[in-house]
């Protein structure tokens, strides 16, 4: 069992930036894919950006490529996205995940797709 837990969100101007946070326990996530999620009020839960085990492979959602960077330090068994040039439109409750299996490059994009989520922490961009 992974017990996944975020933090770094908060209130931040349009342009600004936030690290988003994904410590793990319970278990290694070093043989996991793993993943960033976002839920706006109304809206459905959308992938923001995975990455697979290895580090070797990314994916972002367009909306956020060439702002949003997702990193991960097995070491310390935790994740990462920066975010960079937000917008008020990404202002959301964001959600870590971890899936405990599939290839080198494997980057999963469905929310069914993984096996353990966080709590989520808000994220809010004013304009």
């Known amino acids: 069992q992974v017990q996944l837990e975020e933090s770094g969100g908060g209130l931040v101007q349009a342009g600004g930036s936030l690290r988003l946070s994904c410590a793990a326990s319970?278990?290694?996530?070093?043989?996991?894919?793993v993943g960033w999620f976002r839920q706006a009020p109304g809206k459905e839960r959308d992938v923001v950006a995975a990455i697979s085990w290895s580090g070797t492979s990314t994916y972002y959602a367009d909306s956020v490529k060439g702002r949003f960077t997702i990193s991960r330090d097995s070491a310390k068994n935790t994740m990462y996205l920066q975010m960079n040039g937000l917008k008020p439109e990404d202002t959301a409750v964001y959600y870590c995940?971890?899936?405990?299996?599939?290839?080198?490059?494997?980057?999963?994009?469905?929310?069914?797709?993984?096996?353990?989520w966080g709590q989520g922490t808000q994220v809010t961009v004013s304009s």
């Open positions: 995940a971890a899936a405990p299996r599939g290839g080198y490059y494997y980057t999963p994009r469905r929310s069914d797709d993984y096996d353990y």
């Open positions: 319970g278990r290694t996530l070093s043989s996991s894919a």
